[in-house]
């Protein structure tokens, strides 16, 4: 895996550490990681996105106290979560609850029929 | 054994300053300030213009005696700091003047002989990349390459204290960028320990690890930066409920039809106030920018 496949919105009210830890849960659990792979260094991350290292880290620290990822010596983390067949879709849908319960404040807020807001939200999952 | 702990704590923090007071012209810039850097921490100093940055650093550095307070620098008093010391700072003021009749290449050969650990391939890329004409003048320079060439200078002689008074200010994107890119990795790896001052509050979510916001002549918030977005928050509170609002927000402005943003701090059991549970309050988490204009206004 390459830093370059993580995405850091700096300005986010979600602070770094947590942004990188949902990625990683999401490309884990969408299969994109596979079992063994491993992730950029933390000083690759860090100096790819001109992040403060100790983010970084927490967030793999993280990601390992979760068993998504093992430190393997000298080499670094890899990836042990698989996805897993039978659980997986609700699993995988539950790393998007967040978003999708703003998506649907916000819709209300503005008083969307949800049939509109579902027409272009199968358009773009279609794309 | 308290005390000894106390002591070494602040033995070896590379900045320190307790209780710095000072005023120009009857008014008070520094009013009671306390700031300490741990070792290796990276830490973004705001405020509004004119809040005191550049003052409290210039007194952090001991490059003024301050009316009240004292400030160390890796435990010695700032204002009589050792050469060995000294040699283990760099510090890039807003505006940097000296030696102004060398060219930009004779500043940086005269400057590296004083620093054991200067880099001069570092010096090379750097010029090349950022586009400095080395054979001019410093005089000559615009004042944004002229902070440049010093902010070469300043991690060319790989610090173990950076203190940046706005460095971003005279940089474009990609060489902020390639600065803040530095200040990360020296932060992270070698420990280089780094005050800056910026209003550009985005680069300080990349790299600072710590925030630390000045008004009023005093440190008002001071924590990491991941905590100051799961901490902190605006509270929304229709005009009825204005009574309801709660006693301890950090800060509270009444908007012109009666309502009320207020920023709240979660308790100790990380639970909002309890107005923020009423029907039509509303809890906006907030990013940096958005959090110290609520306060800051």
Not at chain 2, 130 to 138: A, F, R, V, Y
Not at chain 2, 249 to 260: F, K
Request: hydrophobic letters at 45%; charged letters at 20%.
């Amino acid at each position: 895996m390459d830093a370059s496949v993580l995405t850091i919105q700096p300005s986010a009210s979600e602070p770094i550490y947590r942004q990188i830890v949902e990625q990683l849960r999401r490309l884990i659990a969408g299969g994109q990681l596979a079992h063994g792979e491993l992730l950029p260094s933390v000083r690759e991350v860090a100096g790819f996105h001109a992040i403060n290292p100790m983010t970084v880290s927490r967030a793999y620290g993280i990601a390992e106290s979760e068993g998504l990822v093992e430190r393997l010596r000298g080499k670094g983390m890899a990836v042990i979560a698989t996805r897993k067949s039978g659980e997986s879709e609700s699993h995988r849908l539950a790393l998007l609850e967040s978003q999708l319960q703003a998506l649907a404040r916000q819709a209300n807020e503005l008083e969307l029929p949800a049939a509109s807001v579902l027409r272009r939200l199968t358009k773009l999952l279609g794309e | 054994m308290n005390a000894m702990l106390r002591e070494t704590g602040i033995a070896v923090a590379p900045l320190a300053a307790r209780g710095l007071v000072h005023s120009y012209d009857g008014s008070t810039v520094l009013n009671g300030v306390d700031l300490v850097l741990p070792p290796g921490s990276v830490l973004g100093l705001i405020g509004r213009n004119g809040a005191g940055k550049s003052t409290l650093i210039r007194a952090m550095l001991g490059l003024f005696k301050p009316q009240g307070g004292e400030a160390t620098v890796f435990g010695e008093p700032a204002l009589t700091l050792s050469d060995a010391t000294k040699a283990r700072i760099a510090y890039v003021p807003q505006q940097p003047d000296a030696l102004a009749w060398l060219t930009v290449r004779q500043m940086l050969d005269f400057v590296g002989r004083f620093y054991p650990r200067w880099d001069e391939a570092f010096v090379q890329n750097t010029l090349t990349r950022w586009q400095i004409p080395s054979n001019k003048l410093l005089a000559k320079l615009s004042p944004g390459e002229r902070q440049r060439v010093d902010l070469i200078r300043a991690l060319a002689s790989q610090p173990e204290l950076l203190v940046l008074d706005e460095p971003a200010a005279a940089l474009d994107p990609f060489a902020r960028r390639e600065l803040l890119r530095e200040v990360a990795l020296r932060g992270g790896e070698s420990g280089t320990t780094v005050l800056f001052s910026t209003h550009i509050v985005s680069d300080l979510e990349r790299v600072a690890s710590h925030i630390a916001l000045l008004q009023w002549g005093k440190v008002r918030l001071h924590c990491s930066v991941d905590e100051t977005k799961e901490r902190y928050a605006r509270l929304w509170l229709p005009a009825h409920l204005g009574s309801a609002a709660p006693a301890h927000a950090i800060s509270q402005r009444r908007h012109d039809d009666g309502s009320l943003s207020l920023v709240v701090e979660r308790d100790a059991q990380g639970q909002w106030p309890r107005a923020s549970q009423l029907a039509g309050a509303r809890i906006d988490v907030l990013g940096l920018e958005d959090l110290f204009v609520a306060i800051a206004a």
